[in-house]
Nanobody, 126 residues
Framework: HVQLVESGGGPVQVGGSLTLNCSTN????????MGWFRQAPGKEREGVAS????????SVADAVKGRFSISKDNAKFNLTLQLNSLKPEDTAVYYC????????????????????WGQGTQVTVS
C-alpha cells in the first residue's frame, strides 16, 4: 500500500514562500507520476503540478506558473513543491498524489487518474 505524507504547510504572508514536501514508502519510482493538487474552501480540487519520475519532465498549472515549481530527490524518494510569491488565492489544502502513469497522462494532471493520496497540508496566505 502506497503511503504519502505531506509536510511544510502553514501560515505565510502575501509574497512569501513555502516549501512543501511529500515523503513516501515507495522504494522504486519507475513509471510513477507524482503530483500536487490543492483544494480551496468551497472549491473543487485542482491540479497544481506533476512530475514523471522516469524523465523528470514536469507540468505546472497556468495559475501558478512562474511562482511554483515541482522537483524530486531520487536519493531520498522525496517530492517537493516550492511556492513563491504567494497570493491569498493560493490558500488551500495541498495534497500529494502518486500513480503509475504514462508521461503524457502524468503531465495532464488529471485528478481522477491517481489512486494514492496523502492527507494534505494546509497553506494559508494572508
Amino acid at each position: 500500500h502506497v503511503q504519502l505524507v505531506e509536510s511544510g504547510g502553514g501560515p505565510v504572508q502575501v509574497g512569501g514562500s513555502l516549501t512543501l514536501n511529500c515523503s513516501t514508502n515507495l522504494l522504486q519510482f519507475a513509471d510513477y507520476c507524482m503530483g500536487w493538487f490543492r483544494q480551496a474552501p468551497g472549491k473543487e480540487r485542482e491540479g497544481v503540478a506533476s512530475i514523471w519520475w522516469n524523465s523528470g519532465r514536469t507540468s505546472v498549472a497556468d495559475a501558478v506558473k512562474g511562482r511554483f515549481s515541482i522537483s524530486k530527490d531520487n536519493a531520498k524518494f522525496n517530492l517537493t513543491l516550492q511556492l513563491n510569491s504567494l497570493k491569498p488565492e493560493d490558500t488551500a489544502v495541498y495534497y500529494c498524489a502518486a500513480e503509475t502513469l504514462s508521461e503524457s497522462n502524468c503531465l495532464s494532471q488529471r485528478e481522477s487518474a491517481y489512486r494514492y493520496w496523502g492527507q494534505g497540508t494546509q497553506v494559508t496566505v494572508s
